[in-house]
């Protein structure tokens, strides 16, 4: 970029616009220059002007043409055709982009040496301390799950701080960046702040020490009221209406508004607040919560969606607010739910009044966890069966908000996977036990701080069998369906797992679900030096990418244990008996479901419609609003799940009948 001195012509014009300078021989300009578009500026330290040849379009369509009005402005390099008008105190230290608008403000400045939020510890999870995450550009939930919960391991920890340090080191400078068509207009102070591409700042109170990361795929909307320090939001976030962040991770695609606090806290991919309050929270991807006086506090949270009037409590005065609390994926809270820390929530699990005994059903997924008499009592499974864990995984990919290529959070959608079956699976293994210490004829089993009824019991066997049925022939079928095969052989040969990675145990890190032993394989080797953070994403890219290879080495393992054999002594009558298995299974269980919907069609659902008529009119009003039960997009959608699932079943098995006994 070349620039050179003023002319005197240039300086001569600039003065009778109203400008000075400290030292004119410090204000450099690119050649084009026009001084006809800069008046009332004031100039000091080193400037650098580029060009102002075109007109700035503000919002409701008023044109205004580039250059600088009212503005006193202090070591700053601008670039071509931005636009700045009445500046009320002044921008310093800044490198700003080409198209930028800046109208109305306070103070935009860098005060010293700063790493724009980067490093920032968060002590998220315990506000005690002792799980402090040092916040960066490129953080990822699935690094921050590592950071945040293997604490035991202080050797990984260590390394990762002093990498991610590192970085932050890097960012360090004591100018700061204003990216390319960014509109920064009526808003108060700036101060240490580093904003990217085409971001819209509008409104905003105050922005302290902090990233706005913002690109031309993604833009940053930052609204009226809007308070943040110590932060770093990444692409696509929008954040209005007086909402309060501070020392907070913002990942990509994240909404926040209608006067939503946020502190000490990591929100990852997708997370909304509206209302309501988070205080040291781990927010995996999804973290939802609309309604005011909603509160989560010291948990870890993904896929979550918060009813009215949700709390947890993480103090019980005696040492502070030391507890902590998990709800594993897709859990949710009605409305006035109440959780003890510490607790924790199975995946997929529904919360429905207060809990103070400190539940543990993370072995029982999909459950209900009821409150009855100031008792917890838990229904193992009952989320199975329910319209809204199956509309729950629908939506979800449909409302990823992300539209930057480059994505931080890497996603498992799944429902069903060897993370939540091995749970179901150990899941049937203790409601047998239970039921096998205590007695078929025990009505009321306890177990980890609740309570379980016999009938909720020997259904959520029933529940167990039919999910893990559904999963193994789903992968068992999907194997079998983009394989080349005309023989036993070929069958045997195609149900060898290509890999031995993914036996055992499985883990969620926010969204990423993987084998244990691979990821305790990378902790190792970023424990060993052997990954820098670049390093680290591309291992967990990988792990990511080859989720379904591992899912078959998982779902062939617990096949071999059903069957009795290797997958090499499978017999063709095994195979198609898991296959009707599943289809059985998968036709149960949408049946369950497509009773479930039929709930939000009965008379009960009807009350308060056709208010002034009689049942007819009741009965017209309601499906005027919400349709019939059969034309319902969701009940097609079932039935016709269970045609398609039918018809893959029946094709499958006549494509088995027609292999030849060939090894």
Not at 185 to 198: E, F, M
Not at 261 to 278: K, P, R, T, V, Y
Not at 406 to 421: A, E, G, K, Q, R
Request: charged share 25%; with cysteine; aromatic share 8%.
């Amino acid at each position: 970029m070349t620039y050179r001195p003023l002319t005197q012509e240039e300086k001569q014009i600039l003065e009778k616009n109203g400008c000075s300078s400290e030292d004119w021989s410090r204000v450099q300009v690119k050649d084009g220059f026009n001084p006809e578009y800069v008046h009332d500026a004031r100039f000091s330290g080193d400037i650098r002007l580029g060009v102002f040849r075109r007109e700035i379009a503000l919002p409701g369509g008023v044109n205004v043409h580039s250059g600088i009005w009212h503005a006193m402005i202090h070591n700053c390099t601008i670039g071509d055709d931005c636009h700045f008008y009445n500046i009320h105190n002044y921008i310093a230290n800044y490198r700003i982009g080409d198209n930028t608008c800046i109208e109305n403000v306070n103070a935009v400045l860098v005060d010293g040496r700063t790493t724009f939020g980067n490093g920032i510890r968060v002590p998220v999870m315990n506000e005690g301390g002792g799980r402090e995450i040092p916040i960066f550009d490129r953080l990822s939930a699935s690094l921050a799950y590592i950071l945040t919960l293997y604490r035991h391991r202080p050797k990984l920890i260590q390394r990762l701080d002093e990498l991610i340090d590192e970085y932050a080191e890097a960012q360090a400078d004591t100018m700061g960046t204003i990216g390319s068509h960014v509109k920064i207009l009526n808003t108060g102070s700036i101060k240490n702040v580093r904003i990217g591409d085409y971001a819209q700042i509008t409104g905003t109170s105050r922005l302290k020490n902090g990233s706005v990361n913002s690109n031309v795929h993604a833009p940053v909307k930052l609204g009226s009221g809007v308070k943040c320090a110590d932060f770093i939001i990444s692409s696509g976030v929008e954040i209005g209406d007086s909402t309060i962040v501070e020392k907070c991770f913002v990942g990509q695609g994240c909404i926040f508004d209608k006067h939503y606090s946020a502190g000490d806290s990591l929100f990852f991919s997708n997370c909304q607040g509206m209302h309501g309050e988070a205080a040291a929270i781990f927010a995996g991807p999804y973290t939802v919560t609309h309604h005011k006086s909603t509160l989560l506090i010291a948990g870890m949270f993904s896929f979550l969606n918060a009813g009215s009037g949700s709390n947890q409590s993480n103090h019980m005065y005696k040492l502070g607010p030391i507890h902590q609390g998990i709800a594993e994926r897709g859990a949710k809270t009605t409305s006035d739910s109440y959780l003890l820390w510490p607790s924790k929530i199975g995946a997929f699990s529904l919360v429905m009044g207060r809990h103070t005994n400190h539940a543990d059903t993370s072995d029982l997924p999909f459950s209900y966890l009821i409150e009855n008499n100031s008792e917890s009592f838990l229904v193992p499974g009952a989320n199975l069966r329910t319209v809204g864990t199956i509309r729950d995984a629908q939506k979800w990919p449909k409302r990823d908000l992300r539209t930057d290529p480059d994505l931080l959070d890497l996603i498992n959608y799944n429902l069903l996977s060897p993370y939540t079956v091995r749970k179901m699976w150990r899941g049937r293994e203790i409601l047998r036990e239970i039921q096998s210490i205590s007695g078929t004829n025990t009505e009321v089993y306890g177990y980890h701080n609740c309570k379980i009824r016999n009938s909720s019991l020997v259904h959520g066997i029933d529940l167990y069998n039919i999910g893990i049925a559904k999963f193994l022939g789903n992968s068992l079928i999907t194997r079998i369906d983009r394989g080349d095969i005309n023989s036993l052989g070929d069958l045997r040969r195609r149900l060898r797992p290509d890999t031995q990675t993914g036996v055992g145990e499985w883990v969620d890190m926010a969204g990423l679900i993987a084998p244990k032993e691979a990821v305790q394989q990378l902790l190792d080797d970023i424990e060993s030096g052997k990954e820098d953070l670049d390093g680290i994403r591309r291992r967990l890219e990988e792990l990511h990418r080859n989720y379904y290879s591992y899912e078959w080495t998982w779902a062939a393992g617990k096949l071999t244990q059903i069957w009795g054999c290797e997958v090499d002594e499978v017999s063709i009558e095994q195979v198609k008996k898991t296959i009707k298995e599943w289809k059985e299974a998968v036709v149960k269980l949408d049946k369950m479901v497509y009773e479930d919907a039929r709930k939000e069609f009965d008379l009960n659902s009807q009350t308060g419609f056709g208010a002034d008529g009689d049942a007819s009119q009741q009965q017209a009003d309601f499906e005027s609003v919400r349709g019939n039960f059969e034309n319902n997009s969701f009940v097609k959608a079932v039935t016709e799940h269970i045609e398609r699932k039918s018809a893959l079943g029946k094709r499958i098995l006549e494509k088995l009948d027609t292999l030849t006994d060939e090894a």
